[in-house]
């Protein structure tokens, strides 16, 4: 048996609103060559002028990642030739990264995973390539974009490891606002390191690397592959070569593109144009005063502080947004659960559906709050909740008034509750000797009542009702 060691190079375009290196502007357009600039594309005699807010973002996530933040500011050329880089070099970080030797925990299933950060630079996207049957054209829109790059260590033992800690990064992007990571625009893609070693191994095997993997389905399947397709050469006692593949998404394979006689593909010297200086303190103080709870911290406390389910934790804490919106709601007398449910199960399904942000919707805070009051001082059911704040946020109205304009109420009428539950005990004498039985069987009676007022009976009162009735059967 093999035990399989992955290593990731995330790359996440940056927001800001010129690129890294220029003036150019930073957006996605899906017109060909529209953002382009002379210092993006190379022309003779151009200089780069460093993007600052750039540097802060780095910054930013570097210090989210618990890396050791550099105290210079030190760019790299880096040297190759291929179509889509115009100078024929990238500006880029290896000598002093942002950030080294970070670490940052995940959740895997439910269980706790530490990742190993091994650094995280800025550098310069490049163009982007559309390959033809005879030929291939170059769009430059993205070239010169700013292109965070975040380098784990081989300390992911496992696909989904490796997919858990990708949806993390994304949303770690997302929490900071320093990036869309959208991956339909292109925006989010990844190098996947995969090697074999056998189960008391100490040196790791020989790294495959498979290069720009654009889409989450296709990292799954890429080390999928790999792990296959490296097993089986081991099981027939042939040596793995230390190789740079491609992902093919149409067969769902690793393709070959060129051997590695060392680990060096690159040759670096540092970037002449760029001064080498001291990052400024007070841009240091700035980044560590806007560190925030990060999705980790959030699951962690929302499951031991107000014991909501890991499910139901984690479905808050994947949006900023959303997880800001439940802490602002809770308050000390209400029932959290009541709440995580209308938001879990009503709010974030109207989300999905209308393709909206939890700051865009009519239903603030305070209104769910009221709305929740109202169930708990029994002028409502539960059922009813959902439905008036299902109806609020399709009509953009407050739920509270709502209430009043449907005159929706709950039925507390006991008389009548009480004709329709002996009605109900008298009907089911099966459901009755289980009750006496010892059998959890209330809920069904609940549920008949519930049935007949469609929802709109007090489920309190019913069931005080039914344990009064029956005891004396």
Known sequence: MYKTVIGLEVHCELKSKSKVFSKGRNAYSEEVNTNVNVVDLGMPGILPNLNKYSVYEALLLASHLNCELA???VFDRKNYFYP?????YQITQSHMPFGTNGKFKIYVGEEVKEILIHDIHL???TASVDHY????LLDYNRCGTPLIEIVTEPCMYSKEEALAFLDYLRHLFLYLDVAEARIDKGQIRCDVNVSLMKENDIKLGTKVEVKNVNSITGVKEAIEYEVKRQTELLNQGIEIKQETRRYDDSTKTTIAMRSKEDAIDYKYFIEPNIPNVKIDESLIKEVLANKIELQFDRIKKYVSNYNISFKDANLLAKDKDISN?????LTSSMNIQSLVNLLNNVIL???NKSDKNILEISVKPDMLVNLIKKVEDGNITSKQAKEVLTKALEEEKDPIALISEL???SMNNTEELINMANKIIDNNPNMVLKYKEGRNVLDFFIGQVMKE???SANPSITSKIFKDLLGKR
Do not use: M, Q, V, W
Not at 133 to 136: A, E, G, L, N, R
């Open 71 to 73: 105290s210079r500011l």
């Open 84 to 88: 889509d880089l115009p100078k024929g």
């Open 123 to 125: 550098e310069e996207d």
């Open 133 to 136: 049957c005879d030929f291939s």
């Open 325 to 329: 919106y439940f802490e602002e709601a």
């Open 349 to 351: 399904s109207y989300l």
């Open 407 to 409: 005159n929706i109420t």
């Open 453 to 455: 007022t469609k929802g």
